[in-house]
């Protein structure tokens, strides 16, 4: 997995403007648990991972090696907490990340308390185009 990735996708369940994504609450917290308290966890970037998908056709995202790359949102996640993982500390020390390039911040959910509410609120409606009179 790489860290190029400085700003987190259009997708990113870190989002607070994700388009679309939406959790559980208990899969938010379980995402944001990851990055605060796992000290070598890595989070895909759903836009650079795989699929895996079992006989019943359930999946998940999974590192699909040096083509995937570790999500933004999640790295911004884990600075704004002050919990950089074991791993984005060592992708630090040998040049693979830098936590200065990161951007989005603002678009990033504060904490895991604030990631988990979101979830249960609804979604802000699409603006309704204006149809034209004929």
Do not use: W
């Amino acid at each position: 997995m790489n860290y190029k990735q400085t700003a987190p996708c259009d997708l990113c369940p870190f989002r607070r403007d994700s388009k679309g994504l939406r959790l559980t609450p208990a899969r938010a917290r379980e995402f944001g648990l990851m990055m605060l308290s796992n000290p070598g966890s890595e989070f895909v970037c759903h836009k650079t991972a795989k699929l895996d998908e079992d006989e019943d056709g359930i999946g998940d995202y999974v590192d699909a090696g040096e083509v995937s790359a570790h999500c933004a949102g999640a790295l911004i996640f884990a600075e704004k907490n002050g919990r950089a993982t074991q791993m984005m500390r060592i992708a630090e020390r040998l040049g693979m990340y830098d936590h200065r390039k990161l951007k989005g911040h603002e678009q990033v959910f504060d904490n895991l308390d604030e990631m988990v509410e979101a979830q249960d609120k609804p979604l802000p409606k699409a603006p309704r185009r204006k149809r034209s009179k004929k």
